[in-house]
């Protein structure tokens, strides 16, 4: 090494360590005269103060950006797991960590986990007085021709959860001719018995998804009528059709036949919600009726607490509570007694139509708004308060909830078209579905593809 450039080198460490009052006195001073050191051999440098566990932890993700680093957290690729389960592997072997089982790349509880480790010195000298059997967890067997530890071992023997891979390619399309783009209407609902039932036109079609057979139901045409809505009871053996007069027809899927016609409404019925035997029927005249179908008409209850055309129904998992949403921005929430809405919010700065109640989380209540909001939103309907909120950058037209993870897909409109799978509450997007050059105005959950998130969009 140059003389010259170690001498300023030393210099500068030094001065480096120089505590501060001492260096500011002799910066002021004018007669500062050069410090006189001796050079040595070769240079070492200073390992005082380092938290080697920490910073060994921190070695992948001081290169990497705050975006990066949020997206690695989240992936769920076989890479990742890999770089998991080899960082948990020097751990043992170079600092003692003593890690039995992969971590789960998902939580948050890897990095707390690190740092909470006791701190101790990263090479440690100790003599053993008492030798241990060589089958325990501190010691290789002799006769093994690995280097690694029992514990690494075990790391590397722990089963390991597959990674969940979301297929981007549809498993099914079907045409849908003369499906409406509407934002307002409901045209599509999947009952229990497997069946599709989709409103085109003036006529209403069933699709089995076990046999792949379709039927027409029905054919409102000779009325001078049209399809607005659709909805299955919960045993899937009724299917209501809300048409654009006004009308709520029930009809015997199985028999192929109208039981009834309901009458009330003075505009078009855009949205149609079950609880049992009553169903819950939203008009642009603003009004939501409810009616038992097993009683006469005079026993209906109106519900009148829009402004504008309601566009969203949707049940409570515990039969209790009806959440309603209308071209107003307003999400009403209503029991089954009052006919004055027992919430009202109106955080939303567009139209609400997609609305899912939670199935994990008594009470949860999730919305999403028009293409002026873009926002996806979750209230707790038990005490009134608004909990998380997040813009998802286009119009929002439908959401559901899994059945058997705390998930949610949104279906969106303008201006992107795509299917989003996220995750509660962390609120993080677990996959993208992009295919679709027009809005994705309708969704429903299928029981026969449940382990695809059965979905079904057009």
């Not at 009458?263 to 038992?292: F, K, M, P, T, Y």
């Not at 009403?332 to 139209?351: C, E, R, T």
């Not at 989380?361 to 708004?369: D, I, R, V």
């Amino acid at each position: 090494m140059d003389q010259e450039y170690e001498r300023r080198l030393l210099r500068q460490i030094n001065h480096q360590n120089l505590p501060t009052e001492t260096r500011l006195s002799k910066c002021v001073s004018a007669t500062c005269s050069p410090v006189s050191v001796k050079s040595g051999d070769r240079f070492i440098p200073t390992r005082a103060g380092s938290n080697w566990s920490i910073n060994f932890h921190y070695a992948n993700e001081n290169c990497r950006s705050p975006s990066q680093n949020h997206k690695a957290k989240d992936a769920s690729s076989d890479s990742s797991k890999d770089t998991v389960a080899y960082a948990a592997l020097l751990r043992n072997e170079l600092l003692g960590a003593g890690i039995e089982a992969v971590p789960d790349p998902h939580t948050d509880d890897r990095r707390h986990a690190v740092l909470s480790q006791d701190s101790h010195s990263v090479f440690r000298y100790t003599v053993h007085t008492k030798r241990v059997p060589f089958d325990s967890d501190n010691e290789v067997s002799p006769y093994s021709l690995s280097p690694l530890s029992n514990k690494s071992h075990k790391l590397l023997r722990s089963p390991r959860k597959p990674a969940r891979k979301i297929s981007k390619i549809p498993f099914k399309v079907l045409d849908a001719p003369e499906l409406q783009d509407d934002f307002y209407l409901n045209l599509v609902d999947w009952s229990a018995g497997n069946l599709l039932s989709v409103g085109l036109g003036a006529c209403v079609y069933l699709w089995s998804a076990c046999t792949s057979q379709v039927t027409r139901l029905c054919d409102l045409s000779v009325d001078g009528d049209s399809v607005t809505s659709v909805c299955w009871n919960e045993r899937g053996s009724l299917v209501a059709v809300g048409t654009h007069k006004g009308y709520v027809q029930i009809w015997d899927a199985a028999g192929g036949r109208k039981l009834t016609s309901l009458e009330g409404h003075s505009a078009r019925v855009g949205a149609l919600a079950w609880n049992g035997e009553q169903l819950s029927s939203g008009s642009r005249d603003r009004v939501i009726l409810q009616r038992d179908i097993r009683t006469p008409p005079s026993g209906e209850r109106r519900l009148q607490g829009h402004r504008q055309e309601v566009c969203g129904l949707k049940w409570s998992p515990d039969h209790q509570h009806l959440a309603s949403g209308g071209n107003d921005n307003k999400l009403l929430v209503w029991n089954s007694s009052s006919l004055l809405p027992v919430q009202q919010y109106s955080d939303h700065l567009a139209a609400v139509k997609a609305i899912a109640w939670s199935p994990h989380q008594h009470g949860l209540l999730a919305s999403g708004g028009g293409t002026a909001d873009r926002c996806l939103r979750f209230w707790n309907t038990l005490t009134g308060q608004a909990l998380q909120s997040t813009d998802t950058g286009s119009q929002v037209c439908n959401l559901a909830w899994s059945k058997h993870a705390n998930e949610l897909v949104s279906t969106h409109g303008y201006s992107q078209n795509q299917i989003l799978v996220w995750k509660y509450p962390s609120l993080t997007q677990v996959a993208k579905l992009t295919g679709h050059s027009y809005r994705v105005l309708y969704l429903v959950r299928g029981r026969l593809f449940m382990s695809m998130w059965g979905l079904f969009y057009l």
